[in-house]
């Protein structure tokens, strides 16, 4: 189960893979060591052929070097086999490439000519702004075929505008059948399990609506600040930076309704649908339903934390939010007057990212009235730190004394103890398998990116009219007070106040 399916499949299609970006942070601490693990699982093909370019002066030596050091830094010493490194480092190549002219794009055409007959992955792991030149130069250069796909990372763009010129450049040169837009949650193993849960099994599928969920949150935490990612970070927010991509995909992939299939087009489409009917805020509901807050100096883990405007090349009067919480809704038949309570900020208590689903009361009421408050089921689907999916359910508690008192208690998956012999895959693991073998349905289509980006555009425009600043709160708490409140006046609590 917790293994990479292979899907009748012993290992991926035979591909090339040229990497833009291969001495970037992306690279050498997540795709490199999830390439690795392919390797190590037989998943690669044995003549798939791997290419680093970047703008460094390096030779081969040396950037096998560097990808070597970057595995022993971040692959478990015990997970690293070196008969598969020696396999893996085989297949490593390196051009010096500079990105914005095609003079020297030849150089992966030339590349390419051992291995034509071979589907060729352009990943681009670099930013957003130069997707466009990459492509054209790539089609110029003749180093593209009808078999040549393209992925590219989040974010895309930093609204619809700029969202739309990015994807027109690179729809010139690669049809949508081609387009790998990753969004790393999706390739997570409970982010699976989450349709399975839902869609292959009557007990869930039966009681996902308005009738039987009274509300749902997701929270995405994170411990970190900024990182020293100041510039990116301070144009974009979290509410670019999180909401739009991963929380909104959460956010379908709960609400959407069965697809036909588990075809691409027939879950995205279902995506989609959920996307176009989430309420807008109006401005009644802008400072009630919607709470920006920005970190202050604090204490995480017992160590002191400089606030946001103290960090390393600070703009000391940013307005930026380094947090976001929400209460919207889907305004369809299954969701109607069901609130979603989204949550997602920088330096919290904890990194988390969770799930929780609460399903109503029953109607009529017999225990103690004192534990009334008890008294519903919550399934929790926790992303991380440790995958896992958690159904809380009432039973009467132990003793002779103690009557028909109730007592919670989980119906617990843990991955890591139920499957302790299985090594849970990386997100990026599954998701450049799924691309090997060009299957789409865990990548974003084009129409999903641009109605995220509408929901959030009106959001942002409606905070920059208002010109109100960000909340703060201490680094090392769950936000500022006011996004309590927010849920609070709804009567209910987030999931670590219960």
Known sequence: MMQLERSGHTRSTEIDLALFGALGDLAQRKLFPALFQLECEGLLAPSTRLL?????ALDLQGFVTQVESALRTY????????????RFKARLDYRQLDFTTVDGYTAIRDWRQDGLERPMVVYLSVGAKLYGDICRHLEASGSLDDQCRVVVEKPIGSGLESSAEINDAIGAVFPESRIYRIDHYLGKETVQNLIALRFANPLFGT???QNHI????????????????????????QLRDMVQNHLLQLVCLIAMDPPANLDADAIRDEKVKVLKALKPFTEDMLGRDVVRGQYMAGSIDGQSVPGYLEEDEANTESQTETFVAMRTEVANWRW?????????GKRMPEKLSQIVIHFRQQPHYIFDPDQRGLAANKLVIRLQPEEGIALEVLTKDSGLDKGMRLRRGPLHLDFNSAFPKARIPDAYERLLLEVMKGQQYL??????????????????????????APRRYPAGSWGPVA????????????YEDY
Request: hydrophobic share 45%.
């Open 52 to 56: 680093g370019l970047a703008r460094q």
């Open 75 to 86: 692959v478990k010493a015990e997970e690293l086999d070196a008969k598969a490194l020696k």
């Open 207 to 209: 009681q996902w609506n």
């Open 214 to 237: 009274s509300h749902v949150e997701v929270t995405v935490a994170e411990k970190v600040g900024i990182e020293g990612r100041w510039g990116y970070f301070d144009e974009a927010g």
């Open 336 to 344: 109607a007057g069901v609130p979603f309570y989204l949550r997602t």
């Open 443 to 468: 990548f974003v289509r084009r129409d999903e990116v641009e109605h995220a980006w509408q929901w959030c555009d009106s959001l942002i425009a409606a905070w920059a009219d208002r010109d109100e």
């Open 483 to 494: 996004s309590i409140a927010m849920i609070t006046q709804d009567g209910r609590s987030w």
